[in-house]
């Protein structure tokens, strides 16, 4: 089956910790992207990338990091910098270039940082 | 700044109801419009996308319009049913270079319908 696979489902760490969010995507698509979730808020962009080894800043960068080493694989790490690391992170993925660039999101991972 | 209001923020119905959700954008230069369904918990499945050159997109039961000019969407569903019951979200798309991947999400309208 086509998807986009993100792990754990649920994270908890520590203050202070730094934690990788994990997402994976056989769709063979160009761009991924990574949105955090609050309740009562929209979705907003964290990072993205068109292509592997380039990514580029969203709307909420700070205290995020993340790699695009390989075309299906978009790891964000959650650094101890970022002040409300507590949320339902999603990823999507889509094809880039000319198109729909529609997009389609993994199940999400709710990481809860006490 | 581009922002993405949805009206009402929640919304019940009796099973069988023909409903509309609303969407509106402040800046037209979008590149498309997404309506996605959110079950609670869940991540997103996408229902329709409009491309800005479009005015609507049907898909079995539900209808989107897009009206680019005025900053305004609307999700047409037919005939509800209980498990229609989520959360409705309407994204749009920045229409600037390398962007267009790049979503603007409004915070939802939360269906309920009743059996």
């Known amino acids: 089956d086509g998807g986009i696979t993100q792990s754990p489902k649920y994270l908890f760490r520590k203050e202070g910790q730094n934690v990788t969010l994990s997402c994976e995507q056989n769709?063979?698509?160009?761009?991924m992207y990574w949105y955090r979730q609050d309740p009562g808020q929209g979705l907003r962009l964290i990072y993205y990338?068109?292509?592997?080894?380039?990514?580029q800043k969203g709307d909420i960068a700070e205290g995020y990091s993340v790699s695009r080493e390989k075309k299906e694989s978009f790891p964000l790490t959650v650094t101890s910098a970022q002040k409300n690391p507590t949320a339902f992170y999603l990823c999507?993925?889509?094809?880039?270039?000319?198109?729909?660039?529609?997009?389609?999101f993994g199940p999400g991972t709710r990481l809860t940082v006490t | 700044k581009q922002e993405v209001t949805q009206i009402p923020a929640a919304l019940s119905v009796p099973e069988g109801e023909n409903l509309v959700l609303n969407c509106s954008f402040t800046?037209?230069?979008?590149?498309?419009l997404q309506w996605f369904r959110q079950d609670p918990g869940k991540g997103l499945t996408s229902l329709l996308l409009?491309?800005?050159?479009?005015r609507e997109q049907t898909s079995g039961r539900l209808n989107a319009s897009l009206d680019k000019s005025s900053g305004r969407s609307t999700l047409y569903i037919a005939a509800s049913q209980p498990g229609d019951s989520a959360t409705y979200l309407c994204?749009?798309?920045?229409?600037?270079?390398?962007?267009?991947?790049?979503?603007?999400f409004g915070k939802g309208t939360k269906l309920s319908v009743k059996p």
């Open positions: 769709l063979n698509h160009d761009a």
């Open positions: 409009i491309q800005s050159s479009q």
């Open positions: 994204a749009v798309s920045r229409d600037y270079g390398g962007s267009q991947g790049n979503l603007i």
């Open positions: 990338s068109q292509i592997v080894n380039d990514f």
């Open positions: 800046d037209s230069a979008i590149y498309n």
């Open positions: 999507a993925s889509s094809y880039s270039g000319t198109g729909t660039y529609e997009q389609y």
